[in-house]
């Protein structure tokens, strides 16, 4: 019913940059709150960054300053710009949906990951 396709991860150099896309297709009546969670190979998800429906922003404390998520309503997609990279940020980059059902019901959906990996 309802897909999220994650695109931008990458090898990139400590101290580089990368943007992370995810965008949802199918059936659904609107999108409120959007997500990225990061997880790193023997660790625990972890909450990176979400944003809500009039785009109110929360961040991780290891990354405000660094990364920025924004949404665009009319493409049902969100994005996250990692900027000043670091070792630690190597992980595996899901986007998550709170989408809205045509019965009002609200689900979860999660997109297939994407790998970003820092070389330092």
């Known amino acids: 019913q309802v897909q999220l396709l994650e695109s931008g991860g990458g090898l990139v150099q400590d101290g580089g940059s990368l943007r992370l896309s995810c965008a949802a297709s199918?059936?659904?009546?609107?999108?409120?709150?959007m997500a990225w969670y990061r997880q790193a190979p023997g660790k625990q998800r972890e909450l990176v960054a979400t944003?809500?429906?009039?785009?109110?922003?929360n961040y991780t404390d290891s990354v405000k300053g660094r990364f920025a998520i924004s949404r665009d309503n009319a493409k049902n997609a969100v994005y996250l710009q990692l900027n000043s990279l670091k070792s630690e940020d190597t992980a595996i980059y899901y986007c998550?949906?709170?989408?809205?059902?045509?019965?009002?019901?609200?689900?979860?959906?999660w997109g297939q990951g994407t790998q970003v990996t820092v070389s330092s």
């Open positions: 998550q949906f709170a989408v809205v059902r045509y019965s009002f019901r609200e689900y979860s959906y």
């Open positions: 199918g059936s659904f009546k609107s999108i409120n709150n």
């Open positions: 944003i809500s429906r009039d785009y109110t922003t």
